[in-house]
């Protein structure tokens, strides 16, 4: 597992979105039983614009797809979701933020009230963050 502190050396600063990459990966492993690196793909959407396209970072340290290896994608979207593929088993999930935290988001302004809120939302547990749909 990627730790913060390394997450933040590699993408150059703490952020909310960063931090929610990172949870939103290992809490998507674990859903599709997929192997970090080669074992699964993923379809990013809505997240094409900085800051919100900070999360890809926080995925690829997570989850360890890369764009260099094509196993992430990021496409335009209004809606921001990210759809997990275990590539073995073909079990599909789609992660949404909640509505609250998209508020939060969009409410949270400067560096610092930034840091603060990528702190807080480190220690929320991925039922506190994430909608959850499983695909067929």
């Known amino acids: 597992m990627t730790s913060l502190n390394s997450a933040i050396r590699f993408h150059g600063h703490l952020g909310p979105w960063l931090v929610l990459g990172l949870l939103m990966g290992k809490y998507g492993l674990r859903k599709i039983n997929a192997k970090k690196?080669?074992?699964?793909?993923?379809?990013?959407?809505?997240?094409?614009?900085?800051?919100?396209?900070?999360?890809?970072?926080?995925?690829?340290?997570s989850t360890g797809c890369t764009l260099g290896k094509g196993n992430i994608r990021i496409l335009k979207s209004k809606g921001i979701f990210v759809n997990?593929?275990?590539?073995?088993?073909?079990?599909?999930?789609?992660?949404?933020?909640?509505?609250?935290?998209?508020?939060?988001?969009?409410?949270?302004?400067?560096?610092?009230?930034?840091?603060?809120?990528?702190?807080i939302l480190h220690k929320k547990t991925p039922l506190d963050i994430f909608t959850l749909s499983n695909k067929r």
């Open 84 to 119: 997990f593929k275990n590539s073995e088993t073909n079990k599909k999930i789609t992660l949404r933020l909640k509505d609250k935290i998209l508020k939060q988001l969009k409410n949270t302004t400067g560096h610092s009230a930034s840091e603060r809120l990528a702190k």
């Open 37 to 61: 690196y080669f074992g699964l793909s993923l379809c990013v959407s809505g997240l094409h614009k900085k800051p919100k396209s900070c999360l890809i970072d926080g995925l690829q340290l």
